[in-house]
């Protein structure tokens, strides 16, 4: 990954594609990494899904893409309106929307959820993710919750301070539905990203941690 992505020619273009299953997954799992990517490569071109997105929360998902993707060289947002919580029952829909992606996209990295997620949903998403892309960089991230299923990540992206602070204030702003959760607030995301930061001797005191399960050089 270091030498894939971050190392790379900086005018080289790379095409990315983002999975979550409900609307602020990938904000909350990668999002500081996709600000800190969009701010070092000029040249990204960015795939975000969102698979559960209906009413408000539809609207939340938008918003939160075009904000965390703003200065991003190219962009291309899918929402979709897959019932929350009951994904494996809708499997063969939510399949042959991965086979549609397929026939879009080749991405150089994919971000999906972390495979030992206790969330059906997230689950059936990183499934579906190694099923679609076989031959394709994949990073697992992590998801706080009341669960406590998070892992020990084998793979950190360092973020500076300013960068943990925007992801955290772009969440607080845009998911007005999930503020009164006793989860969603600055504390559970700069916190866990301090401690990954703590785990991976982040310059910038934060990290964002992944589990990534084939990497070849």
Not at 111 to 119: A, G, I, L, Q, V
Not at 144 to 158: A, I, S
Request: aromatic share 14%; net charge negative.
């Amino acid at each position: 990954m270091l030498k894939t992505i971050f190392d790379a020619p900086k005018e080289r273009p790379f095409d990315i594609l983002c999975l979550g299953a409900h609307s602020d997954d990938i904000e909350i799992g990668c999002g500081g990494t996709i600000l800190r990517l969009i701010g070092e490569f000029p040249r990204l071109r960015i795939f975000w899904v969102v698979f559960s997105a209906q009413g408000p929360r539809a609207e939340e998902a938008r918003k939160s893409a075009d904000l965390f993707l703003a200065g991003a060289a190219e962009k291309q947002i899918f929402t979709r309106d897959f019932r929350d919580g009951y994904f494996p029952y809708n499997g063969a829909g939510i399949k042959d929307f991965f086979e549609e992606l397929k026939s879009q996209v080749s991405p150089d990295l994919v971000f999906t959820h972390y495979r030992n997620d206790r969330h059906q949903d997230h689950r059936l998403i990183e499934e579906l993710t190694w099923n679609t892309f076989r031959d394709h960089l994949i990073l697992e991230y992590e998801i706080p919750k009341f669960d406590g299923d998070l892992g020990r990540p084998n793979f950190y992206v360092c973020l500076d301070e300013a960068i943990a602070a925007r992801k955290t204030r772009y969440l607080r702003e845009i998911f007005a539905s999930q503020r009164e959760k006793h989860w969603f607030d600055d504390d559970v995301f700069e916190g866990l990203m301090r401690v990954r930061g703590m785990e991976s001797r982040s310059p910038g005191r934060f990290a964002e941690g992944y589990y990534a399960y084939k990497i070849a050089h």
